[in-house]
């Protein structure tokens, strides 16, 4: 069986005025189902780039992306709306949420875009908002949860049309170090419930809690394998003070 | 797959947006809620001066030909005789004749009018105008034959100068004695000095000879059916051509066609004051655009999430437009309910300003294409909003605050 994920020969340029910026290059892995891979960085790695990629946000300006087999560079606008409706799904560092919809709401959005019919839509939003504990809340808005809370919510939307690929950015970045364990708790749980999970984060501590690294640095992977083995975490090269959002 | 997302579930969530944000919303719809009001008020003030003209000139009669004889340009006349064979030649289009002719100077005892209008007329006048003698009797053949001094005098000439009982009592028109031999029906809802009730009838032969006409110039004539109005103009025209050989010697002039002319002219007034007001619904439908443009900036975050879970660019699009085009179309429901109001009171100010009764009443077709054009506005200027909505980049939207 053919890998989930395949980048073989990733690049991406950026035009930035007259210099070329070079955010990956020559990028080749490949992510099995039922993987949980974190993707580590600092800013400027490309990491974030890898991320849009990865969610068919963007498209390599050379080399090939498989996602399940499929050739995502090759493909429109729309065919990419489509396969990260069906493929994907996305949790967010600043979680992302609707403002004027309610929980429930905002967990069917993927589902509406998926054209699921509205009862069906609502049961299976309110499956998923049960497993991450908001069931009793689902008629309040975002903004009346705590972000711990958001972040579950985005976490059921992110489960609910069944995706094969759970892509986290930095989905702890906005939290406390409490709630951060709570969070990446529930995507350990989604991992070993068969779930492949794919983290993007600058921190080692919260990439270590994946199975497997993937080390990026100025575009390239410069480490690619088990979480547990010391050379996964080099220490950062930037001492502290950076943003945990990084600019591309 | 993906199936289109269903249509209703667009229209809820623009229905939402709207009415999240009531304030802007108002404000953003006002233009158009003005325009389609404009647009009602000023079209059922059109209908209401065209139903107006036209009762008015029912009154005189649509299915009345005047013809004035003035002889210019030739030698030639034309006999009361030859007038009535013209009549009869067109039996299709044209029903009876009767020559007018008028007189001035009515005396009745010691007062003189100079309101009352006096015309010498065939016994069959009445009969055309659909007059009605309520007490004596009208002219006869036999009065227009003798050239009998008798006459029949409107109810305001009885009522004022007789009292209403007027029979058999007589006038002076420029010094003869007429004897009065009946009264007609009141013709207007009011009785009025210099109205339509304020008149008196001679036969045209008495009138002919007091007034030193040779020959009678001026005729009036029934049509069969008021709709026959060009055609027995036409026919009347054209019989007079043949004896005169000239244009200019006669006029012959139709109610109908006047009133055609005076309503076309209103109309024309009309569409022009109805696409001045359009140009608001234009103005209203740029403010729309405005606030779209402004909504889609705001929205750059949502558009991006939306985008991320799967969203394609027809669904923003048309997400977009649909909102653009109901708040629209709100504002063309408000408009019209608004100008049906102001059509109302404008029915009233008139009424009591101008003492018309000229009823402002906003036509069905106006209202639906008001409705349909302030909808349409939504989509067209809701459209380049909802376009630079659905192009955008998601990984910049998902960045945007």
């Given at each position: 069986m053919s890998a989930l994920i395949e980048f073989r020969d990733v690049c991406k340029f950026y035009q930035m005025g007259d210099s070329t910026v070079v955010a990956a290059d020559h990028i080749s892995m490949q992510i099995q189902r039922g993987e949980f891979v974190a993707i580590v960085g600092q800013s400027g790695s490309g990491k974030s780039t890898c991320m849009n990629i990865i969610g068919c946000l963007d498209v390599p300006t050379s080399g090939t992306y498989l996602l399940d087999g499929r050739?995502?560079?090759?493909?429109s606008r729309n065919e990419l709306a489509a396969v990260r409706n069906e493929l994907l799904g996305f949790i967010f560092q600043l979680y992302n949420l609707l403002p004027k919809l309610n929980l429930l709401e905002n967990v069917e959005v993927p589902l509406m875009y998926a054209g699921m019919p509205r009862a069906q839509r609502r049961a299976r939003a309110m499956e998923v908002l049960k497993q991450v504990g908001l069931e009793d809340k689902w008629?309040?808005?975002?903004?009346?949860?705590s972000g711990g809370q958001q972040q579950r919510v985005s976490i059921a939307r992110a489960l609910a049309g069944r995706p094969a690929v759970i892509l986290a950015d930095e989905p702890t970045g906005a939290l406390d170090s409490h709630t951060s364990r709570e969070v990446l708790g529930l995507l350990q749980d989604l991992h070993r419930q068969g779930n492949t999970v794919v983290l993007i984060t600058h921190d080692n501590s919260i990439a270590v809690q994946a199975q497997r690294i993937v080390r990026l640095e100025d575009g390239r992977v410069v480490y690619d394998g088990d979480s547990h083995a010391p050379e996964a975490v080099v220490a950062p090269t930037l001492p502290g003070g950076e943003l945990p959002l990084e600019a591309v | 797959m993906s199936f289109p997302l269903k249509l209703y579930e667009t229209f809820a969530l623009a229905l939402k947006n709207i009415f999240s944000s009531k304030m802007r919303t108002f404000l953003t719809m006002l233009g158009i809620i003005i325009g389609v009001c404009a647009v009602i008020v000023i079209v059922g003030l059109g209908n209401g001066m065209a139903n107006y003209m036209k009762d008015s000139f029912s009154e005189l009669g649509t299915n009345l030909l005047s013809v004035r004889i003035s002889g210019r340009g030739t030698p030639r006349s034309i006999s009361e005789e030859e007038m009535y064979e013209i009549v009869a030649d067109s039996p299709a289009y044209l029903d009876q004749i009767s020559p007018t002719v008028s007189m001035q100077g009515v005396k009745i005892g010691t007062e003189s009018s100079t309101t009352t209008s006096v015309t010498g007329v065939s016994e069959a006048y009445f009969d055309m105008k659909g007059y009605e003698v309520s007490q004596g009797r009208g002219l006869q053949y036999m009065d227009v034959l003798d050239r009998k001094k008798v006459c029949v005098v409107g109810s305001y000439v009885a009522q004022t100068?007789?009292?209403?009982?007027?029979?058999?009592q007589s006038l002076k028109v420029n010094g003869n004695k007429f004897t009065i031999v009946g009264v007609m029906a009141q013709q207007a809802d009011e009785m009025e000095e210099g109205g339509t009730d304020d008149c008196v009838y001679v036969p045209y032969s008495t009138a002919a000879r007091l007034t030193f006409t040779g020959t009678i110039n001026s005729y009036t004539i029934t049509l069969?059916?008021?709709?026959?109005a060009s055609l027995g103009k036409q026919a009347v025209e054209d019989a007079l051509y043949e004896v005169f050989r000239d244009s200019n010697a006669y006029t012959v002039s139709s109610m109908a066609e006047m009133l055609d002319t005076m309503t076309g002219m209103i109309n024309m007034v009309i569409g022009i004051l109805a696409v001045i007001a359009g140009i608001s619904l234009v103005v209203g439908g740029i403010g729309i655009m405005n606030i779209m443009l402004v909504s889609v900036t705001e929205r750059t975050r949502e558009i991006g999430i939306r985008k991320a879970l799967g969203a394609k660019e027809g669904v923003i699009l048309r997400q977009f437009v649909i909102e653009a085009a109901t708040t629209s179309a709100l504002g063309g429901v408000f408009g019209i309910a608004v100008g049906y109001l102001l059509s109302a009171v404008a029915t009233e100010v008139i009424a009591t300003v101008m003492e018309t009764a000229i009823t402002v009443s906003p036509s069905a077709g106006a209202v639906l294409a008001a409705f349909g054009i302030s909808a349409g506005i939504g989509v067209l200027f809701g459209y380049l909003p909802a376009k630079k909505a659905a192009r955008l980049n998601p990984i910049e939207a998902l960045r945007y605050d």
């Open positions: 050739d995502v560079g090759q493909m008629k309040h808005k975002p903004n009346q949860l | 100068y007789f009292s209403g009982d007027a029979v058999g069969t059916d008021e709709d026959y």
